[in-house]
């Protein structure tokens, strides 16, 4: 069973930073890719930003510049640098990997507010 298992969230000043940390039970090696993911309240999940096996990183629009998306295959996982944080970046943020299914952590809540 897989487990996902993210921390680092917590309440910033607008213009502060935070990094976030996804820990997996298994090597992450063994995923096809994995993301960060996020979910303000009332609005849909979307995508922020995703790294494959290769390597290969995306980013949304919006956080482009101001996010980036890292992996540390040593201590399997994932991490996700936040610069310059807006509160339009509140949301829950979730790890989500991929091995012919997804696979999901309970998230953790980031709150960008003065």
């Known amino acids: 069973q897989v487990q996902l298992v993210e921390s680092g969230g917590g309440l910033v000043q607008p213009g502060g930073s935070l990094r976030l940390s996804c820990v997996a039970s298994?090597?992450?090696?063994?995923?096809?890719?994995m993301a960060w993911y996020r979910q303000a309240p009332g609005k849909q999940r979307e995508l922020v930003a995703t790294i494959s096996r290769d390597g290969l990183k995306t980013v949304r629009g919006s956080v482009k510049g101001r996010f980036t998306i890292s992996a540390d295959r040593a201590k399997n996982s994932v991490f996700l640098q936040m610069n310059n944080l807006k509160p339009e970046d509140t949301a829950v943020y979730y790890c989500?990997?991929?091995?012919?299914?997804?696979?999901w952590g309970q998230g953790t809540q980031v709150t960008v507010s003065s």
């Open positions: 989500n990997a991929i091995q012919g299914r997804g696979y």
């Open positions: 298994q090597n992450i090696f063994d995923f096809d890719s």
